[in-house]
């Protein structure tokens, strides 16, 4: 079973004397994330990131003090399911998580993108493509559930980005479907920039997922926190 890592977050609204939960809005929510620099990782026991700057300025706004359990990205999810989170992210939007929970407005940019060894001549976007190549994404994605829905040549999925550029790169996949930022990141950190090129297939942004049970609890607070991201999400 996976320790979460818990960053907890709500000594500043107190110390301020904001209204935690008045109304009725929570007084904190937990929320699970998982560590995808630039989005979100830890830095020295602190939440850090594109996706939880956002999310922490639009609850500061609101009062709510936030605690974030870092964890696998599959299990992130399966907790909010079950109801040990209230909610996950930075998500995008599929018909399955619809099913059980609600997402936000986009807090941060996301662009799906498809990576290639550069000196490749598949054309991702091609009819061909789909039955002809090998690809990947990585495990507990949205991006690997829609590879497979849409019937492309799936190899094993890894855990992580950095696992999934290197398949790329020994060339154990054709192409991998990933997250532009990063794995623009990842390219550059590794000085392999100029062995991929990328190819966009759709621009997918990225919000919090809150749970059906959350929301329903706290029927005013979902259209609160979307007004709040105004000025806050990332661009």
Not at 43 to 56: D, S
Not at 129 to 140: C, E, P, T
Not at 215 to 228: D, I
């Amino acid at each position: 079973m996976h320790m979460a890592r818990y960053c907890r977050e709500g000594a500043l609204a107190l110390a301020l004397g904001l209204p935690l939960g008045s109304g009725a809005g929570p007084a904190q929510l937990k929320l699970g994330t998982h560590e995808l620099p630039p989005y979100s990782q830890q830095v020295n026991g602190q939440a850090e990131g594109l996706a939880v700057q956002a999310v922490r300025c639009a609850l500061r706004k609101q009062g709510v003090a936030v605690e974030f359990a870092f964890l696998p990205w599959a299990r992130a999810q399966s907790a909010a399911r079950q109801g040990e989170l209230d909610g996950f992210f930075a998500a995008s939007q599929s018909a399955e998580r619809d099913a059980w929970a609600t997402l936000s407005a986009p807090i941060a940019p996301q662009q799906w993108r498809w990576y290639l060894l550069r000196e490749s001549r598949l054309d991702p976007l091609s009819p061909e493509f789909r039955q002809q190549a090998r690809v990947s994404s990585f495990l507990g994605g949205n991006m690997l559930s829609w590879l497979r829905q849409e019937g492309y040549q799936l190899e094993a999925a890894p855990p992580r980005n950095e696992q999934l550029l290197q398949m790329l790169l020994k060339r154990r996949v054709d192409a991998v479907l990933a997250n532009h930022l990063v794995m623009e990141r990842l390219l550059a950190e590794q000085d392999a920039s100029g062995q991929i090129r990328s190819v966009l297939q759709q621009d997918k942004p990225l919000g919090v997922y809150f749970s059906q049970r959350f929301t329903a609890a706290h029927p005013n607070f979902l259209p609160r926190f979307n007004q709040a991201l105004q000025g806050c999400a990332a661009r």
